[in-house]
């Protein structure tokens, strides 16, 4: 029986409840998804067609290091996009620099989603002369 439960990482968060009380759904679990069975108290893990108590005397759950850095880069980026709506909010150039950048976005996007079918519609061209 696992008595104790050390998480690894600062993004993830394990909740104690029962097989009655699921956080997520027990009929759509899928391979690899872990559960405190609160019922057992003991930790789980589903192979895929059912879920397998652990063995050992704890259990240790952490991110890899990729999910953990796109995540702090997230907070980081919106800490700096709040900051900069905070500002425009008594700097004008800050203000029409946010504008600027919110219409080169805007941009970017026409600009992608016509190149993406471009290149679709020639690959389909392509296909059609192919021998």
């Known amino acids: ?3 104790s439960f050390t998480h690894g990482s600062k993004y993830i968060t394990a909740y104690m409840g029962s097989t009655s009380d699921p956080y997520f759904s027990m009929t759509g679990a899928s391979a690899g998804m872990l559960r405190f069975n609160g019922d057992t108290r ?3 893990v589903y192979d895929g067609t059912s879920w397998r108590m652990m063995s050992g005397s704890s259990a240790s759950v952490s991110m890899n290091p990729i999910a953990e850095s796109a995540i702090d880069w997230s907070l980081k980026k919106m800490q700096e996009e709040k900051e900069w709506e905070e500002l425009a909010k008594t700097n004008a150039s ?3 620099a946010l504008d600027n950048l919110e219409q080169s976005k805007q941009q970017l996007r026409v600009t992608a989603t016509l190149a993406k079918e471009t290149a679709n519609d020639h690959g389909e061209v392509m296909e059609m002369q192919a021998p």
Request: aromatic share 12%; charged share 20%; proline share 0%.
């Open 1 to 3: 029986m696992i008595n």
């Open 42 to 44: 003991n930790f789980e």
């Open 94 to 96: 800050v203000k029409i």
